[in-house]
């Protein structure tokens, strides 16, 4: 297989005397459609933290594009090609969807030194931003505000913004979660039908989502990665039905 774009390398971190991260070894492929379930309070949302570096280790290393990034802060992994969504604040509900999208494209150029003159950029980010609005089915919603968007179209905004960022890997940490089940199927499909060159690790508890979606499953318990495969393989794990789909655990 291909170098993973984003790795990580026996990864230990205990908050107190509760260990959230045990000895994880997790790998994410060029294009992956990467799903990570387990019971609530597994360890999910802290791992990641960890690959983001909001959180330290307190052993293992992270590793993105082949580079060890354990020790750079949050926003030098972001311009290296690690993005998660940020949530819509006060400010962007009353934007317009281009709007918001745009200042995220201009922020990324900005921060990439990529400056053009104030219009032509202007110009420039509002075309590169119609374009992720087109990639999200969002084209229809463009003149809208944010805040007036149904919750799960507010979502897929926020994606957007993430993908204005131009990452190699997007982190989702349940990002069906509230929206409605008639919205959530769309939701992932749009998400599973992203860019190829874009790794994409989902947490999602629901089963039917997460089957519909991933190509590989990686499940968690108590901060161990307990197995991992194809959704086949994941169904047929009598080891998982065991501590995760046989029991009504959400996370
Ligand atoms: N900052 C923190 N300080 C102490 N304990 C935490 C902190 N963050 C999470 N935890 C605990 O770590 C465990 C794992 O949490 P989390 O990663 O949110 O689980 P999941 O996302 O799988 O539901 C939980 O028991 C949670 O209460
Ligand atoms: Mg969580």
Known sequence: MSTPV???RDINRSFGS???AADINFSLHEGARHALIGPNGAGKTTFINLLTGHLAPSAGSIWLNGEDVTALPVH???RR???RTFQINTLLREMSVLE???LAVMEHWNEGRRLFSGVAQQRRAAEAAYDL?????????ASLPVGGL????????EI???????????LLDEPAAGVPPADSHLMLDVIAALPKNIAVLIIEHDMKLVFRFAQQISVLVAGRILTQGTPAEIAADPMVRDVYLGSKHHG
């Open 81 to 83: 090609g690690l993005a």
């Open 133 to 141: 609005l087109e990639t999200l089915g969002l084209e229809a919603d």
């Open 18 to 20: 509760l260990v959230v």
């Open 160 to 170: 957007a913004m993430a993908l204005a960022l131009e990452p190699r890997v997007l």
């Open 76 to 78: 030098q992994r972001v």
């Open 100 to 102: 918001g999208v745009q």
């Open 150 to 157: 149904a919750y799960g179209r507010q979502r897929l905004v």
């Open 6 to 8: 984003l790795q990580a």
